[in-house]
């Protein structure tokens, strides 16, 4: 089989279309993020994305329908008022070996750039290793006019991070996407790195909106959010009971976030 | 040499044929049951299935004669009055990466939709890791039709199980099935998990015996169903010895287990 | 590259050649019979193969002198009386991953076969895990009839040993010489596994120079199992002594062991 | 994507070039040496290798911008008067598995042959377990003639040293290289293994340059060599007051050490 078969659903024309990248992650913030802006905006299903880079894997519904494991690219139409409809890549994976990242990336790349994608906006977290209250959106950019255009909109260049550079498909789409002529940036919300995180999904969230001038009712995010918050309460609050020589089992309420996101 | 290699040993026409797979998995139900059902119809060989993606690795039969790992397919002409042959996968190996998963499915699909197949069953363990006195049949499909069909003949669709999905042979060939056209249903049986399960087996194959409108006699598989019984069991007496002070040595009898199947 | 490239050195005819094959592996039995064969036969080098499937590494001489690691295919041309040629495969590594040990496996048996081989022996050692005085040498076949033919010349064929089958390219020198109408036999000398074994290579030579019906002088081979029985002494003794307080280094002098062969 | 893709900047007719190879590896002895001879010559950009068989990850730098890890090429047009000019490889990592290895090396060579490049030079460190006060350079070639050049400009070829061959970059430039024709060199130093060692780049770099006919000035090299002798000096310090009972941060004084190179 094709490393990489993209298959269309339908044929689009595209005005000047900007590439937004999110896909499971550190905190899953970047999957969040283009999940929750393609439901709010109800972009459509453009193209679906197997590999033999992803997981021998299947996911069944909970009405026992069986799905192929994927990416997908969702489009949204613009108003005519505003200057780019948007590509949206999502999924369940990123590549899971190296080669299957780089090929991966390119043939999106690619199939973006025939569309006449330019601009690449990839989303992702950025683990601190400690609870963030108020997360900052650190940004990394492929030139300096983007840089100065991104702290316009509150982003953060820190000199030191990300001291090692970026790992995974947020780097690379912009990396390679160099190599398609293609202008970027890279947002990471501040996360822990210890669960998934809508609140820094919504902070990456929020400036992506300012960037691209879209207005986004961020209400279920944020009820997303307090429920993390009410769950990591719990297990702090059963963390300490059994500290203190009570009976409990943390690890398995621990396991409930894991299905949030 | 070829990724792939599919060596035909016939050209047969098949009316409307359903592809079953049964290969190596948890339990090794999907194998008992899809090698029993072969060699219950006397299924004839058709076709010899290598692969670098298989270990590079030859098996010595008792008389000392050296075999290359495979899958084979086989072919069962229907009497007239049934509406579908059968073609049955069966082998010593999964593919042995991600890659190679993909890999060899695809290329079985794209034979076997040569034959006219357009349904698929697949059929597995499920490991719910403590003893299963009466197995269940767990299912998953491709279509809500297929659901809708499948609990008629009792087979259990769970909200949570399997819960992350299906990984490995028969969740694939349903997931890439879907892109050849095909419908299909995975059939789990429920099993330990802890060593090969005959009686998890014969569940399967019951409700598969009824959806194929096939009759078949289980003498044999209830006889290598009791032979696992009788060596669990005597492993069992053995531990229990073992840990009253006796000499023993359990894993030896354990390794009994891994003849079986 | 190529995957695998086989540089020939000289074009040559040969007569109804048989491929003989010992790569390392247990007990370097195989290898240290087959090199000890093309050392005695003075036979020429015909073809080295490289492949990225072996290590990227390169061997320095005692002079400095560097050489890309590789397989090597000597030739011998019998005299006039005898009915076979001979293609001596050896080298430094085995393929690193089981698609490399297809992929070069593959690519010189079809060299091979334009060569005119139609008949395969393999070189091997089976481990034991207990020391051998007396290394019997037992054999696996891809016919009956090699299997009869064997026996006459001592090759001892049990029904359950090699139990799960050959791992590597002994095994896969038959099992895809079948698919190239190939005949052919393993010939695998016991050996403790513990430590290279010029002893368990000599039995297996024997075997081979008797179906070959050439005279071999094992003055050299038998001298090389002396020094590894005279180092197996001195670390046993100095085991000994070690278990009885003396300051020793058991396992520097075991580091010696390595080196032959 | 192709396996590796190399990005050239310009057209360029080099005189009788001579390839340096220096990427990353023990001691980051051969990436120093290299990128310093790079450095001092000012030699200009030719070509960019960016490959799958790199890991999926970019740089970020201080101010903010992104770029996708990569080898490079630089060439050196040298006086009227020398007779070579120069190539130099230097990047960011050798490819991540052997695969890798094999392929990035022979596109490097293959772009290299084709300017006419028939002499390597692999610049390396050898790690010798132990603090080494004064480097020496040891030496392996593809020809006896290059091994007595070498040993004239002091470089030692050691009986032992390196035993089981080069493995990684360095060793395979000279093995593949072979196959395109070209002679060449090793040049190891001598290192401890446990941190980057400008000391040793120096070392090899003063023979290269006495073999290249090119005045450099160490200055730079030292200073470096000197800020690393100072923080091994910390830490040995800090880890003395630790092993006295002080409460000190050994590890993140160590990590340090990372940085510089």
Redesign the interface.
């Known amino acids: ?1 094709e490393d990489v ?1 993209i ?1 269309a659903l339908e044929k689009v024309e595209l005005r000047d279309p900007i590439l937004i990248e999110g896909l499971p992650g550190v905190g899953n913030v970047g999957k969040l993020a283009a999940d929750y802006l393609r439901d709010h905006l109800h972009a459509k299903p453009l193209a679906t994305i ?11 519904s ?8 994927s990416n997908e690219l969702a489009y949204w139409k613009a108003p005519a008022s505003a200057a780019h409809d948007l590509l949206i890549l999502g999924g369940d994976f990123q ?2 070996s ?2 299957g ?3 991966i ?3 999106v790349l690619d199939f973006s750039a025939k569309l006449g994608v330019r601009e690449v906006y990839t989303l992702a977290g950025f683990a601190q290793g400690r609870v963030i209250e108020e997360p900052r959106v650190l ?6 006019a983007k ?1 100065e255009a991104m702290k316009k909109f509150g982003v953060h ?1 820190s ?1 030191n991070d ?1 001291g090692g ?5 947020s ?2 789409f ?3 996407g ?2 398609f002529g293609m202008e970027g940036v ?1 947002l990471m919300g501040e996360t822990s790195g210890y669960f998934v995180d809508p609140r820094s999904a919504e902070a990456v969230l929020k400036v992506l909106a300012r960037v691209l001038r879209i207005e986004i009712d961020f209400t279920a995010l944020e009820a997303k959010a307090k429920e993390i918050d009410r769950i990591a309460q719990k297990i702090h609050e059963a963390e300490q009971r059994s500290a203190e020589g009570t009976s409990v089992s943390p690890s398995a309420s621990r396991d409930d976030l894991g299905y949030i996101g």
Chains 1, 2, 3, 4 share one sequence.
């Open positions: 089989m078969l298959r197997y590999s033999k880079f992803f997981p021998p894997q299947v996911y069944v909970e009405t026992g329908i069986i799905r192929l494991v590549g899971i190296p080669e990242q780089y090929e990336t390119e043939r940004g990394a950019a492929t030139v300096p840089v260049f000199r990300p550079g970026l790992i995974g498909a780097g690379l912009l990396g390679l160099r190599l890279c």
